[in-house]
Every structure is written in structure tokens, then in C-alpha cells.
């Protein structure tokens, strides 16, 4: 098991972004990634300015944002993200019914990209640019 | 290269699949991976009649769909598909500033998904169920 | 593109597996992959030694061994892979109707693979050591 | 952890396909993974009827589709379906040197995916169709 | 093929990304990576500035750090990445030899990388935190 | 979970394997990994065998080429090789800081090999051989 650091036991540049992810969430206390994240106060830091970055609304709104972040890190089999990433999404307003079907669209992609792969099919001209 | 069979020299079942393909899209013919995938005709029939009942409008629409298929598509890196799933959802929406954004999500999945994984994080036992 | 080396170029040490490769499989060039490899000829001798002694039959006759083989190159994905491997399980004897099946099999595994992982489904007590 | 639905618990639509399972398999309950999966009873059913259709007995025999399922499952690396179609493939006749000889080709095929991508290597003309 | 932004037809923000890079590597253009990141303004600018600062010399030193690069993108199966990486840890300073090593131990992970997750071993105590 | 074999209880041609791995690296029992795999003493021997031969000193040192193994697992997403390979860098004098700019070099190549798969970006001529 990695080190989790606590909010108590963290050094000021790992505290000033744990204090920053509770604002922006309302909550009181950091998700185990951040706390194991700590060990590395650089990354920690630059990955969640990213994240914030990225997962603020924009073209597309904050909900369809988290279900492609949900469906992206089942397709890469992290069993941590797809817990937490699942409990965002259904935060955000993602229903149960809505979680089964990014569930089979997940099955379904899984199911043509490896035989595609098998099959080594070539790309469609018409795919264009 | 694997073998494409085309729609005249296909056999009954195979036109059987490609017809309704075609009808279901509008189109005058279909995708490489439908005439690829030919070989097993079974398995052909089983995947059309899975990906057109796991993509109809449901909880969530078309265009969500499409891009969470592209989003799993990308993260498990197959090319076909991710030129395929793009294409589709430009068809059906998708602007450049999503396509974008949907980009970064996928990026900063890539990013969490593999330091969790080496940093082997602890499921918060928050995520509940 | 990677440096080839062909047999007519290459260093004694390298030379004496591509012979080996050659009378093993009655062939009269080897594959681009051993051409590749001879970048770094002990990488070479350990991977055509393990490669002969893990494909020899055993428990398991040749052609399951290749099936296998060509199923663990399509789940992890690798073009080259596919097409070497599919070509000598045909010329082991697999029929179109069994590399179907075996596509079959593949894109269900994907599938169920997925799912499990998405669910994070706890393994059964039943399964035993 | 995911929600697990009993027999007991299920809607009628699940308990059918849970019914199917017991039925065509002997046994007095079903594994992990279809109670996890009955949270989108069209996916439990689909996929049921995909998994009886592909792995029935064909021009590929039963243990040889469940040893390829293992294979396929391992090289992408999912823990519940290495578990479950373990434990599958023994139940239908695969032996401890069965499974030695599978595992030993199975990181065969690892070894060399890699060094063929990271390599580049390019397909051989001869690979054919 | 995706479309590929050149310098000329750039608009300012992402001319002043390639700017840096330029500058950065005392190159005349920037690689296709970046002209095809183009497309979305905002990830590329944050991209570049990661790049920028994971890869500057630490307590790691830069050719060991692109050696980390490439043996993460190879196992990982990016074919794009592989070749710009490659081609960047030889400017660097890696020899013949340093890279046929590197493709061992590469190949030695994939190996037992499949084997572990095959044969589900627990993780030792002794691992420590 | 899997049967781990224990020096007590080795046949001859695996204890021999379990003593050259005590005695090689000084500690008086075997990690799971080697208990897990004398289910198939070949493989155990071929893999040991091969280990050795990979890791030992050569162009690249014994820290470099385990923060390689590192790098390789983590980005295949093996948890027991994560936990092994940390282990192991850190007793070969990973330092923290290290340990921290490995894993930003890994999650920056995740991040970078997801976006140019996306994008399919081509290669670019001068990547040369």
C-alpha cells in the first residue's frame, strides 16, 4: 500500500492544494489519490490544475465530461478511477439507467476495437481528415 | 491486409447484414470493417444486431454515445476505430471545440489512470457501492 | 522503420540464429521480426531459445499452442503480431470457420473483460485456489 | 464494491436470464459477474445470449474456446475473468500442465507484442490475405 | 490522418506554442505531434508546458528520463510515440547497446507483467508501503 | 487466489530454482511471484533464467534498468509488478525524488501516447531508422 499523506502531516505546497480541492468541492477532506499523489508535491500540484482545467464546463458540460473520463479509464481497466469516477458521475446526475448504457456502449467499443485489430481492417478513405 | 468481401460477391447472409446496414444509415455501402469481419458471418449478424441496439436513443442520446465510444475507443488504442467513432460523431455533432475537449478528458484520464495504478491507491471507502 | 538486417549482413552470432530459425521451419528467410531483433543479438538467441522451447508440442499440440498465441496478440492489440500469428495458424492447419470462432471468442472476452472491470464484479469464493 | 442482485431480489426480466444460466450450466446460483451485470437487465440479457452462442461447440471444441477466453483475458489483464475462466477451463478438462503450457505461451506472446511495436516492425509481405 | 496545423496557417496562440518549442530544441519546425495538437488550442499550450517541466534534469537526469519515456510508450503500444522517443533518446546519448537493453527489459516486464495478473499473486508483505 | 509453492514443499527442479534466486540476491525466501510460478517448473526456470540474464549490468546500470521495469509495468498496469518493481528501485537507491519524476515521466507519456493514438498522427520523416 502507498503512503497516504494527510492534510495534518503535509507540508505547506501540498496543503495549499489540498485546501484548494476541498473548496472547489465542498468537501472536507481529499480523495486517496490526492493523498498518495503527495508524494511527488510537483506532480500533485501540476495535475490538478490540469484537471481543473480540463474538467471545467466548457463545449461540452460537466456531466458528459465525467462519463467520458468514466468511460475512458474502464477502457484502460483502472479499477481505482472507474470507483471514483463512477461515484463523480453519479454526483453530476448520472442515473442508473444512464450508467447501463455507457456500460454497454463500454462492452460494445471493447468488442469491435479488438476485432478490428484481429481483423487489421484498413481505414475507409471516406473517414477523411 | 485481411480480406474485404464486397456486397456481389457476398454471400445471402452476409447481404442480408450489409442491406440493413446500409438502409439503417443511408448509405450506398459499408464501412472496411463490416466487409472484414464477412469472414465469420455469425459473428457479423451478431454484431450489427448488438451495435445497433446498444447505439439507438435511449437514456442517453446519439451523440453521447458516439463520443463515449470514441472516448473507450481512444483509450484502448485502436486506430481503426478511433478514425471510425470520429468520423461518426462529427456526423451527428460533434463540433471541433467538443472533439477538443473531448481530447483533454481522454488525456487527463491517461494521466490519473496510470498514477493510481502506480501508486496503487486505496478505493476511498466513500465511493460506496 | 526500423533497421532490418538481413542474413547476407549479419554478425556470426546472429547469422547462427537465423539458421536455426531457417532449418527449424524449412523456410529460406526469416521473418521481419528476427530481422528487427538482430539489433541486439543476445535479445535474439534468448527470444528464438524460449520461443522454440514454449512452442514445442507438450500438453498442448501446435496448433491450440498458435490459437493462443494469435488470441493473446489480438487482446493486447499488436498489428504485426496478428498477422504473423494468423499466418501460421493457418498453415497449422486452422480453418476459416475455426480463426471465425476464435475471433468469437476474442471479441466476447473483450466484452465480458470490460464489464467485469467497469463493475468491479468481487472474484466468487467458488473459484477456488 | 459494486451492487450484487439475488435471485430473490431480481426483477422478472433477470431472474429469466439468471433461470437460463442455472439451467444450462447445473447449477444452484449464478457467479459474481451476472449479479453485477443485472443492473442493466438489457445487457445481462444480451450478453448471456452472446456468451451461449459463442462458446457453444463448433468447429473449435469447448475447452479450446474457454483456454482461448483465458488467454485473451489474461493478455488484457482482467483479474475476474482470469479467476472465472480459470476455474472454467479446469472444469472442462484443462490440466495443470494444460494451464503451465497456456501461461508459458501466453507471456511468450507478451514478450514479443512488445518488441515487435517497439521495434516498428513492418508485416512481411507473406503474411498474405 | 488527422490534419496538421503548420506554423504559417497558425493562429497566434498556437504559433507562439511552436515558437517556444523551437526555441527550446533548436529546431526549425515542430514535430507532426504538435501540428495536429493544434486543433485544440488550450491542450496543446497545456501539453507542452507539462513537457516541458516533467522533462527538465532533476534528480533524474535527461536520457534517463527519455529512456523512462520510451519504455512507458512501448509498453503502451504507441507507435507514433515510440518513434519520436527513440529518435530523441539517441540525440540524447543512447547507444546501440543502451537500447538493445532497454527492449530486454522491456520485454522481461511484459512477460512477467502477464504472468503475475495470470496467476493473480498476492502482493508480499515485505513490498513495505 | 493462486497456489503458492513453498521451499518446503518444491519438487527438486524448482527448489533449484528458489535456492540460485535466494542465494543471487541474499535473502532467505522468494518473493509469491516465484511461489506462484513453480505451478510449470519450465517456465519458472526459462523466466528466472532470462531475469537474470536481463538484469544484469551492461550498458545500462542495475537502478536504470529497474526503474525501466518500472516504468514498463506501471504503464501495463500491473499491480504486483508496481508493488515488486518499487520495491526492488528503491533497494537499488531509488530515492524519492527519483520515484516522484518517474512517475511524472510515466504520466506524462500516458497522457502524450493517448492524444497522438487519438489524433493518428503520422510519423515524421525524420525519426529516421
Known amino acids: 500500500m502507498t503512503r497516504l499523506v494527510e492534510h495534518a502531516d503535509a507540508p505547506p505546497e501540498v496543503r495549499a492544494v489540498f485546501d484548494e480541492i476541498m473548496a472547489a468541492r465542498g468537501v472536507a477532506d481529499v480523495n486517496n489519490f490526492w493523498k498518495a499523489l503527495a508524494l511527488h508535491p510537483p506532480t500533485l500540484r501540476r495535475t490538478w490544475d490540469s484537471l481543473r482545467e480540463v474538467m471545467a464546463p466548457g463545449a461540452l458540460d460537466p456531466l458528459t465530461k465525467e462519463m467520458l473520463y468514466l468511460a475512458a479509464s474502464a477502457a484502460s481497466g483502472c479499477a481505482y478511477c472507474v470507483a471514483s469516477h ?8 448520472m ?3 444512464m450508467h447501463g448504457e455507457l456500460l454497454a456502449v ?3 467499443a471493447a468488442q469491435t476495437n479488438r476485432l478490428a485489430e484481429a481483423l487489421r481492417v484498413p481505414v475507409d478513405p471516406g473517414f477523411g481528415e
Open 86 to 93: 463512477t461515484a463523480a458521475a453519479r454526483a453530476k446526475g
Open 95 to 97: 442515473t442508473e439507467a
Open 106 to 108: 463500454i462492452a460494445m
